[in-house]
């Protein structure tokens, strides 16, 4: 499945409702399927902290590597691969924390 991330969020994601509604009704169907998930940020100049956050740290809490294993992120300009490293590595290390 691949999700074009401008069109669902503009070229600045930064509504957390649409990343929220990205994440229950596409991101964890498709992992629950056992799907690929690509996440294609073409177009896109940014995202914020807080957008990134709702679409995939609760991916990360239920599948684990998993997540990294079937998600994709493509076309991300230097400052959304940024945000999403950060997110990613804060929301690994919280699970570290808890094993």
Same mark, same amino acid.
């Given at each position: 499945m691949k999700i074009a991330m401008?069109?669902?969020?503009?070229?600045?994601?930064?509504?957390?409702?649409?990343?929220?509604?990205?994440?229950?009704?596409?991101?964890?169907?498709?992992l629950l399927d056992g799907d690929e998930v690509i996440l294609d940020f073409g177009g896109m100049t940014g995202a914020t902290q807080s957008f990134i956050h709702a679409l995939i740290v609760a991916p990360i809490r239920e599948f684990g590597d %998993?997540?990294?294993?079937?998600?994709?992120?493509?076309?991300? /300009?230097?400052?959304?691969?940024? %945000?999403?490293?950060?997110?990613?590595?804060?929301?690994?290390? /919280?699970l570290d924390e808890i094993d």
């Open positions: 401008m069109q669902e969020a503009g070229q600045f994601g930064e509504n957390k409702d649409i990343a929220r509604r990205l994440r229950i009704k596409e991101i964890m169907p498709a %998993v997540f990294f294993d079937k998600v994709r992120f493509k076309n991300c /300009s230097p400052t959304v691969m940024q %945000v999403v490293k950060i997110v990613s590595e804060y929301t690994q290390e /919280s």
